[in-house]
């Protein structure tokens, strides 16, 4: 295309002029860095020098850089004519006329259908979360804490005290974890300027991590989810091998950085019970410290002075710390559990440029309904209506559910639904047959 050519250049200025007219092919082309377009509704952006700015991390836009960004984009902003107004002078051109509304031979009616039940679901106030049960679910949150408190204020620190305690405070750190994803997914609140200023402090003080940390790794795995190079939760910095790509690739490169034939064993001593006191800890302050974020620090310390405070006042001594190391190790199992049951034994790949819907039902699936799976998992046992709508008050997925689950019928989709038993024992099992493949391509490959 004449015009559309003449616009190619990041540098050029040409940016906000919106004169250009491009074919997909000369979309693609630009998904470097530094050179990224990508679309929205037919129009064509440039955002190589503005992806800095991207007030959610320049990695999470830039796994669109060359592709339709239309559902990822309705996703992930609640506002979207006014952020349209930030887009605007981004603005380079639009599709030609000839070119389809979908990239790399996606399914239009399948695209279609999906947006339409968008609409529907948004008609029937589906994305309207009830403040009523977000409080009811802090105070729960908050009543158990409570109640360990006065354990351990009344009983002192014995045995039985000091488990009862762990218990308590791992039930209520787990259920705190999924009350910031609510917040950080900015389901609770008309304004999302409410929802960023209670998960900072949620996640801050009571979780004691950083919502900058949260924010920008778990809207890239949103994104992009289970696709090698841009789903961080896939990362595995080699101590695992997961789906059926990695394993043989592992092998064939005679890549043997641990024995993944006996992962799904191993993996219970360095999986659940590392993640969140360990990995995750070192990451966040890793976080903090290289982008300056002072403010987190000083939530993240305030966490710290207040629990040493009240630890005082009640007159123990080593068991606060005691019960810390308990209870986070508890909820770093609880974590790992919920959290990998819908993704690690699914499908695992690099980039295949799937439809949103398509995408979504290939990385995740659900657990069984049932008023202790809603409440154990934070109601992410309805991870595919989580994942296909992430502002979507969490209440609501049983609602949506069987909508998405139609759609899925008709166009012949996987809508999978599990056990919850089932589910955790697939984390292995899936565990143990990459290992398996790893050997084989390893040592005969």
Partial sequence: MGRGSQQTDPASGGAGQGAGVFTWEEVQKHSHKGDQWLVIDRKVYNISQWVKRHPGGLRVISHYAGEDATDAF?????????????????????????????????????????????????KMGLFRSSPLFFCMYLGHIILLEALALLLLWNFGAGWVTFFACSVLLATSQAQAGWLQHDFGHLSVFRNSFWDHLVH???????????????????????????????????????????????????????????????????????????????????????TMISRRLWQVSLLHSLCVCVCVYVWRQINVSAAPFLIVCVFRFMESHWFVWVTQMSHIPMNIDYEKHDDWLTMQLKATCNIEASAFNDWFSGHLNFQIEHHLFPMMPRHNYRHAAPLVEALCKKHGLPYTVKPLWTAFSDIVSSLQKSGEMWLDAYLHK
């Fill in 200 to 286: 900072q402090f949620v996640i801050g003080h009571l979780k004691g991590a950083s919502a900058n940390w949260w924010n920008h790794r778990h809207f890239q795995h949103h994104a992009k989810p289970n696709v090698f190079q841009k789903d961080p939760d896939v990362n595995m910095i080699n101590a695992f091998v997961v789906g059926e790509v990695q394993p043989v690739e592992y092998g064939i490169k005679k890549l043997k950085y641990l024995p993944y034939n006996h992962q799904h064993k191993y993996f219970f001593l360095i999986g659940p019970p590392l993640l969140i006191p360990v990995y995750f800890q070192l990451q966040i302050m890793h």
């Fill in 74 to 122: 309705r996703a992930f902003h609640p506002q979207p004519a006014y952020v349209r107004k930030f887009l605007k002078p981004l603005l380079i051109g639009e599709l030609a006329a000839s070119e389809p509304c979908q990239d790399h031979q996606k399914s239009e009616t399948v695209i279609q259908d999906f947006r339409a039940l968008h609409d529907q679901v948004e």
